[in-house]
């Protein structure tokens, strides 16, 4: 059972949009830690695809943005692409566990 | 460009132990902290720690401390990770993962992963 609660999957066409949620508590998103998003493509190590909240590393596309409010958090993708099918982690800092704590992550499938 | 190259895939039986490591390069290695983060098959990342390249420091997730032990050589630029009395559960790929700004809480550069299987 992870700390943050993410739906299993979501799917979409291409050209549309999605929204992955993160539900976290009090002692994680609620005490104020920023939400980051990885990226992890079949078979591959996660990537940082979203971080602080709304900021992307250089080279992620605008069509992916990020949103925090309490104890929850949403990463938004636009223009669904095939190259966007993957699982999408989120990840936080949890202060009564003194962790870092993940989402279980979301499938994505871009039919 | 930033590079974590890992060792290769370990197959152990129960109760021994296993060492990983991870070749930093394109960066200097004593300016981030190395994390350790696995993940079982099917699952989210599970955060194992931190060691700090520099002053040796480390920080223990509570679920591993006292049987995991992170170390480095700074010579060759290296992190290591030790994991004792494996069992069945530690059936993972384990990745380094670098911090640019230690407190950052993120991984912003990621190895390849080193899948450990535990199996008698």
């Known amino acids: 059972q992870s700390v943050l609660t993410q739906p299993p999957s979501v799917s979409g066409a291409p050209g549309q949009s999605v929204i992955i949620s993160c539900t976290g508590s009090s002692s994680n998103l609620g005490a104020g830690h920023d939400v980051k998003w990885y990226q992890q493509l079949p078979g591959t190590a996660p990537k940082l695809l979203f971080y602080g909240n709304i900021n992307r590393p250089s080279g992620v596309p605008d069509r992916f943005s990020g949103s925090k409010s309490g104890t929850s958090a949403s990463l938004a993708i636009t223009g669904l692409q095939a190259a966007d099918e993957a699982d999408y982690y989120c990840?936080?800092?949890?202060?009564?566990?003194?962790?870092?704590?993940f989402g279980g992550g979301t499938k994505l499938t871009v039919l | 460009q930033v590079q974590l190259v890992q060792s290769g895939a370990e197959v152990k039986k129960p109760g021994a132990s296993v060492k990983v490591s991870c070749k930093a390069s394109?960066?200097?290695?004593?300016?981030?902290?190395m994390h350790w983060v696995r993940q079982a098959p099917g699952q989210g990342p599970e955060w194992m720690g931190w060691i700090s390249p520099i002053s040796g420091a480390t920080n223990y997730a509570p679920n591993f401390q006292g049987r995991v032990t992170m170390t480095r050589d700074t010579s060759i630029t290296t992190a290591y990770l030790e994991v004792n009395r494996l069992t069945s559960d530690d059936t993972a790929v384990y990745y380094c993962?670098?911090?640019?700004?230690?407190?950052?809480?993120?991984?912003?550069?990621w190895g390849q992963g080193t899948l450990v299987t535990v199996s008698s």
């Open positions: 993962a670098r911090e640019i700004r230690p407190g950052s809480c993120q991984a912003d550069d």
């Open positions: 990840q936080s800092y949890d202060n009564r566990l003194a962790i870092w704590v």
């Open positions: 394109g960066y200097t290695f004593t300016d981030s902290y």
